[in-house]
């Protein structure tokens, strides 16, 4: 690289349950910097989640947890110039990426929900990932069915 690599910010935790991961969260969801109201959706779909989950032992950031470690992919496949040919090669993912990732399928599936409010849907797509349904989910399915496809080419690695 030409430049030398950017440092990483440190992302603060936020207020209710002292989690980074949840900030991150929010981060991502937010749109046009209104952090606040990110924060609030996100608190009052956790609220829904606590309402309507299944398992009573478990809280519904734990929920939120399991739904986020359901949707996180292990393999994804790259696309790799070999001789005129482009080849899509399976490679793991570095965890900081694997979070990132599920985070975003998260959030853009909950968007496309049908749904009221934005908690609403969060809520629901919480429960269905924590479940290992729902369209997130269906998307890490699908990355690794594709990477599982072209494991034959996994010898062109870089």
Request: glycine share 2%; net charge positive.
């Amino acid at each position: 690289m030409r430049k030398n690599k950017a440092i990483k910010r440190l992302i603060l935790p936020d207020p209710k349950f002292n989690d980074t991961l949840v900030t991150r969260f929010v981060n991502m969801m937010m749109l046009d910097g209104k952090k606040s109201l990110a924060f609030k959706i996100f608190y009052d779909a956790l609220e829904i989640v606590e309402a309507k989950k299944q398992d009573e032992e478990k809280s519904a950031l734990e929920v939120w947890k399991d739904a986020l470690s359901n949707v996180m992919p292990h393999v994804e496949v790259r696309s790799r110039r070999v001789g005129g040919a482009t080849f899509q090669i399976p490679m793991q993912i570095r965890p900081d990426r694997k979070v990132s990732l599920a985070m975003k399928w998260m959030i853009s599936y909950t968007r496309k929900r049908n749904d009221k409010t934005m908690a609403q849907k969060l809520a629901a797509e919480v429960l269905a990932a924590a479940k290992e349904e729902g369209a997130a989910v269906k998307k890490r399915m699908d990355t690794h069915k594709m990477a599982e496809a072209n494991k034959a080419f996994s010898h062109f690695r870089f």
